[in-house]
């Protein structure tokens, strides 16, 4: 059964500050790895889904990599500002059905 | 394009009633909708796996009778919440793909019983 982790559960920087989210996983045959983020009370917003044969994926100041054979991916969010605070979620889809496996997240908060 | 509406987006009601929660693709057609609940500060978790025109699966753990899942089109999926109880107070948040794509999410709705 896959299980995804997501340490620390919480996180606050400066702003400006580059940082690092990390997303571990037990099962590697992962059909692909997606991030999110959740502001409190909201739905889901997607970020970036990394395939399983891609190694990252890029979308302005976030870059997502993938490593299958470590169970890892990271969140890079570079030049962090007041408005990126939220839960960012990491979830893998292990059987290519779009059923995704979750982490809990991790609160993000951004000082001004 | 991909969007997926949930509604309501909050709902509060009295101990006992029935609750009806939508998720509808706005403009492609969802073989595939799912079903999750987050408490808080908790990770989403899968409740159901619905398919158009066919009963939903369910995980383990979670009572069908008790979470109704129709998904009577490709565009729409519907779950009731029966004989709601306070434990039952939760954040809702379907989810919908067309089997090729990614799934797109709804907003999530807010459910409370008193």
């Known amino acids: 059964k896959q299980e995804v982790t997501q340490i620390p559960a919480a996180l606050s920087v400066p702003e400006g500050e580059n940082l690092v989210l990390n997303c571990s996983f037990t099962d590697s045959a992962i059909y692909n790895l997606q991030w999110f983020r959740q502001d409190p009370g909201k739905g889901l917003t997607s970020l970036l889904l990394?395939?399983?044969?891609?190694r990252e994926q890029t979308s302005g100041r976030l870059n997502a990599s993938l490593d299958k054979s470590s169970g890892r991916s990271t969140l890079y969010i570079a030049a962090s500002q007041p408005g990126d605070s939220a839960t960012y979620l990491c979830?893998?889809?292990?059987?290519?059905?779009?059923?995704?496996?979750f982490g809990k997240g991790i609160t993000l908060s951004v000082r001004p | 394009g991909a969007v997926v509406s949930q509604h309501p987006s909050w709902v509060i009601c009295k101990s006992g009633t029935s609750v009806k929660i939508e998720c509808r693709s706005l403009d492609f057609q969802a073989t595939t909708m799912f079903w999750y609940r987050q408490f808080p500060k908790q990770s989403l978790m899968l409740m159901a796996t619905s398919n158009e025109g066919s009963k939903a699966t369910y995980e383990q753990g979670v009572e069908k009778d008790k979470f109704l899942i129709n998904h009577a089109s490709l565009t729409l999926s519907t779950l009731t919440v029966t004989s709601a109880h306070p434990e039952d107070s939760s954040f809702y948040i379907c989810?919908?793909?067309?089997?090729?794509?990614?799934?797109?999410f709804g907003q999530g709705t807010r459910l409370t019983v008193v």
């Open positions: 989810s919908a793909t067309t089997g090729v794509t990614e799934a797109f």
């Open positions: 990394i395939q399983s044969s891609q």
């Open positions: 979830a893998a889809d292990t059987g290519a059905n779009s059923k995704l496996t």
